[in-house]
């Protein structure tokens, strides 16, 4: 077959230049532009990104017109029916799915380093007792480099892979203790006779003078959350990891920058943004249909929390597992009726905007975060814990991007280029003639 390539023609000088098309085993093809400036002088712009692939990657397909996400070809329905969030890890990290000799001792590594440095508690007395959970998360996590910095050696895929186990083994305990610090409520240690999700719901919830046992319903659904949250190929908090790192900064320092980027109402804040809007909606004179007609406006920077997305252009197929999943804790009698009565509004929401023009010209459907604060309002997570669940569930897709990206020598420093539009150079005024 012949080399695929396209054509790129200056108009003013006349000059070519032919680009390699690249494909990937499945998704868009994309034209290879690394070497363009070296060649010809040109930058290509593309703000947010929009038409840019920025690496190979083998962790995570979707293809947001079929609403589709697989692991590692692994569709995510299968997952999150079948599967458990600690195979999904070993999945993610590893390229396949772990044998049973290999889950267990997957598990026992992550199990036998849920632990904190004693000396870890001590960052969050620094902290105000209002400091939102996800302050608390950048914060500590960045923190967790101070304690692994000088044993750990980035070029040894060994130390990498350490480094991975210890962040999915430490997340629950460190999101579990920011909420135990803003609530006023003693630190709880990990238990290693409890699962994963269950481990974490013991260190949110249980008390010295009371253990919480958690529901088998909620603990399954904590795990389908996990599991649909673990990752979702190059966003923007997996980006911003891949970036810090690209300069082989500290993998935890790394996570850290990720989870600031996951905070805002775009991103991983949308879950929190999402229930305070149907809360609202809720206490509000005004139905649903003025909410539709606010979201509309282009006057007013009112969005449907929860909707649309950069890629899925049909509907999330997570949002569409989440969705099942508050069903089933409502149905089960796990939940309060002020909760019942916001997924009432969210099913109405959903109704009215996939029937209106305006979100079906330009596609725009429920996404993750549109129903999975229902879910953590059932279990009793506040919302200001939300967007620290999705960071839970998400360092496993964050550290395997680093993992690979790290043992890839393609990768070198991310460093975009700019159009510049300041002044020219002048020289300096010296003070008294300004
Ligand atoms: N409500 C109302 N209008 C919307 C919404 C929304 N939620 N989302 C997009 N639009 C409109 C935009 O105003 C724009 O309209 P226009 O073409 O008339 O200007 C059009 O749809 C395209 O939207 P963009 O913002 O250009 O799309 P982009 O890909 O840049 O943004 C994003 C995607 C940020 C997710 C956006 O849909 C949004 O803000 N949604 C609400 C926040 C949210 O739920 N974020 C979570 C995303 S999932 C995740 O990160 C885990």
């Known amino acids: 077959m012949a080399k695929n390539t396209a054509t790129l023609t200056d108009n003013e000088t006349g000059e070519s230049i032919e680009l390699n098309i690249l494909h990937p085993t499945q998704g868009p093809k994309a034209i290879d532009v690394s070497q363009l400036y070296k060649k010809t002088g040109l930058l290509t712009y593309d703000p947010g990104f929009m038409s840019t692939a920025s690496c190979w990657s083998d962790i995570t397909y979707l293809d947001g017109d079929q609403g589709l996400l697989e692991y590692r070809g692994y569709s995510i329905d299968q ?70 910095h000088e044993y750990m050696d980035i070029a040894d895929e060994k130390d990498r892979y350490d480094a991975a186990i210890l962040l999915i083994a430490k997340m629950p305990t460190i999101a579990a203790w920011s909420y135990r610090y803003a609530n006023g409520t003693p630190f709880v240690y990990p238990n290693n006779n409890l699962s994963y999700a269950e481990n974490f719901l013991h260190m949110m919830f249980s008390l010295p003078s009371e253990k919480y046992i958690a529901s088998p319903i909620m603990v399954r659904a904590l795990e389908v959350i996990l599991i ?11 980006s911003t990891v891949r970036l810090a790192g690209s300069s082989e900064a500290n993998p935890f320092a790394a996570i850290a920058a990720g989870i600031a980027s996951l905070w805002g109402p775009a991103h991983g804040g949308a879950n929190e943004a999402a229930v305070k809007m149907l809360i609202e909606i809720s206490k509000s004179k005004e139905d649903v249909d003025y909410f539709i007609e606010k979201a509309k406006d282009k006057t007013n920077n009112f969005r449907l929390m929860g909707f649309g ?58 996404n993750v975060d549109f129903y999975s604060g229902i879910i953590f309002l059932s279990m009793g997570i506040p919302l200001n814990m939300f967007t620290v669940m999705f960071a839970m569930a998400r360092t496993i897709g964050w550290i395997s991007h680093w993992h690979e990206m790290m043992g890839d020598n393609k990768t070198r420093i991310s460093r975009p280029r700019q159009l510049y539009t300041g002044k020219s150079h002048r020289d300096y005024v010296p003070l008294a003639k300004r």
């Open 79 to 148: 997952l999150a029916e079948k599967g458990s969030f600690m195979e999904t890890c070993y999945l993610l990290l590893n390229g396949e799915l772990p044998n049973k000799e290999e889950l267990d001792s997957f598990i026992n590594l992550v199990t036998y380093h849920t632990m904190l440095h004693e000396q870890m508690k001590r960052f969050y007395s620094g902290f105000r007792r209002d400091a939102h959970p996800m302050a608390t998360m950048v914060g500590v996590v960045g923190a967790l480099s101070a304690f692994y």
């Open 228 to 238: 649909t949250h673990a990752d979702h190929e190059q966003n923007a908090s997996t």
């Open 309 to 366: 997305h950069r890629v899925y252009k049909s509907y999330d197929p997570r949002a569409k597992i989440i969705r099942d999943l508050c069903h089933q804790i409502i149905d089960g009698g796990l939940a309060k009726e002020e909760h019942k009565e916001l997924l009432d509004i969210a099913m109405t929401l959903e109704k009215v905007a996939l029937e209106d023009e305006y979100f079906v010209k330009r596609k725009l459907y429920p």
